[in-house]
């Protein structure tokens, strides 16, 4: 049961750009924020961005700042993310979370109770 439907991934030259987006796959969701993670090879699930639904307020990890922009689209309930100047250690799997109840943290895995596949990104030296 596929909950949140990724697209945009693939394969980019170091300093590079791609924009990942994503859809909840039911639209009786009542979304209130929206995230990214992502995970490599060997390494832990790791939170990248998310953006609160009604607010807009946006989150990433510190690391990431500046690089990455995440946006959303409530019109389509959309969910996208921005990846600019990349570098071949952004190479991972991103998956989208959807959370659908109001709480004040958005870095870890427990604050989203929908996923997507995941998507995956390759960054080329």
């Known amino acids: 049961q596929v909950l949140a439907v990724e697209s945009g991934g693939g394969l980019v030259q170091a300093g590079g750009s791609l924009r990942l987006s994503c859809v909840p796959s039911?639209?009786?969701?009542?979304?209130?924020?929206m995230g990214w993670f992502r995970q490599a090879p060997g390494k832990e699930h790791e939170f990248v961005a998310a953006?609160?639904?009604?607010?807009?307020?946006?989150y990433y990890a510190d690391s990431l700042k500046g690089r990455f922009t995440v946006s959303r689209d409530n019109s389509g309930n959309t969910v996208h993310l921005q990846m600019d100047s990349l570098k071949p250690e952004d190479t991972a799997t991103y998956y989208c979370?959807?959370?659908?109840?109001?709480?004040?943290?958005?870095?870890?895995?427990?604050?989203?109770?929908?996923w997507g596949q995941g998507t995956q990104v390759t960054v080329d030296s």
């Open positions: 039911e639209r009786t969701f009542s979304v209130s924020a």
């Open positions: 953006v609160g639904w009604d607010s807009g307020d946006t």
């Open positions: 979370a959807i959370k659908t109840y109001v709480s004040d943290t958005y870095n870890t895995a427990h604050d989203y109770n929908y």
